[in-house]
């Protein structure tokens, strides 16, 4: 879809999130079908009968499917904030304990005219930030005590906006919906599995002699392969489709928080800062595609569920008007030592 713009661009991202989130839904009634086709492969009869009569019990699988879907949707919609608390063990700020923090979000705030969300902050030495919620009264960011004690002021505020743009552009519901719907995935899916594995077995067991009229059977073996076939498709597509939705977000956001600050330079030195210490322990995946940065990846970042920060660098540079952080060199480098600075005016020169 061509955008032109950062709105547009903001609009197209919804747009094509909506439709991925639409393709997870799938994925549920595909896993549905699956396991459909693993209990009617417990016959004897050929695979054409067997697909038949799962395709018929979809009938009255799919609403079945709708509901606990809809339930588990429901559940995570209420209680997800405190779940993500407990796992990461932050707790919630006000401005008296923590000023510097509360007033830098709240000048965001007021300078779009955005409700403020809450604050929490994780205790870890790693530098990390993520957003969460699922409406106004439930959007929270939560920040890392080593971010706070390794950025100056102007690179936490970038972190500040880049999370609020998260919110703005409701980013953050559309990924804590996809870890839902693919936490619905994962256990079913396993429930299936479990159950070919653990659960009745008659296409192990010997057959009795048939006779030509009856040899059309055979089919158990093939639908529980493709049963298999399926779910792990589906496991494979719901995480091609989490990846794709976090890393069309990150550079959106990135844009927002220089679009709200007017810094870029912020953000840039911001991200610098993160890359080197952003890994949260013990924290779920879920989790780390919401940060600022997820250094979690898979191999050859096939399968990273944000894009490289030197990408992410470049974007700023390019289109933002950023500059990257000149470092002052200290040692002789392979073309030898750096020239020496000019020497100041109206100082005498060396003979």
């Known amino acids: 879809m061509q955008a032109y713009g950062l709105y547009t ?7 094509r999130s909506g439709l991925l989130i639409a393709g997870l839904f799938l994925l549920v009634y595909v896993v ?15 695979l054409d009968a067997i697909a038949g009569r799962a395709a018929a019990d979809m009938v009255v699988l799919v609403p079945l499917a709708t509901i606990g879907a809809g339930l588990w949707l429901s559940i995570a919609w209420q209680f997800h904030q405190g779940l993500i608390g407990l796992v990461t063990g932050s707790k919630g700020v006000t401005r008296e304990a923590e000023p510097r923090l509360y007033n830098l979000l709240e000048n965001l705030c007021i300078s779009r005219g955005v409700t403020m969300p809450k604050l929490s902050i994780m205790e870890t030495d790693a530098t990390n930030a993520f957003a969460t919620g699922l409406n106004e009264k439930q959007y929270a960011i939560t920040v890392t005590r080593g971010l706070l004690e390794t950025l100056d002021d102007a690179e936490i505020e970038a972190v500040l906006a880049h999370e609020l743009t998260h919110i703005r552009n409701r980013d953050v519901a559309v990924m804590v919906i996809a870890v839902v719907v693919a936490g619905v995935l994962s256990f079913f899916g396993e ?82 800062k993160i890359q080197a210490k952003a890994e949260l322990e013990a924290v779920p995946s879920g989790i780390m595609e919401m940060c600022v940065e997820n250094p979690r990846s898979g191999f050859a970042d096939l399968f990273a569920t944000h894009p490289p920060v030197s990408e992410r660098i ?8 950023g500059r990257v952080p000149e470092q002052t060199p200290t040692a002789a480098g392979p073309w030898g030592a750096p020239d020496p600075a000019p020497p100041a005016a109206g100082s005498e020169p060396r003979v």
Request: no cysteine.
């Open 9 to 15: 661009h903001i609009r197209a991202n919804r747009i």
């Open 32 to 46: 549905t079908f699956a396991g459909a086709l693993a209990v009617e492969g417990l016959s004897d009869d050929g």
């Open 191 to 272: 429930m299936v599995f479990r159950w070919l594995v653990n659960g009745p077995r008659r296409w192990d067991a010997p057959s009795a002699p048939r006779s030509d009229s009856n040899r059309k059977g055979g089919g158990a073996f093939a639908a529980i392969l493709i049963a298999l076939a399926l779910i792990a498709a589906a496991w494979f597509l719901s995480l091609v489709i989490r990846f794709a939705l976090s890393r069309s977000r990150e550079f959106l956001a990135d844009a927002g928080a220089v679009e709200l600050t007017k810094n870029p330079d912020a953000m840039i030195s911001a991200l610098t």
């Open 314 to 321: 470049e974007a700023l540079v390019r289109f933002g008007g």
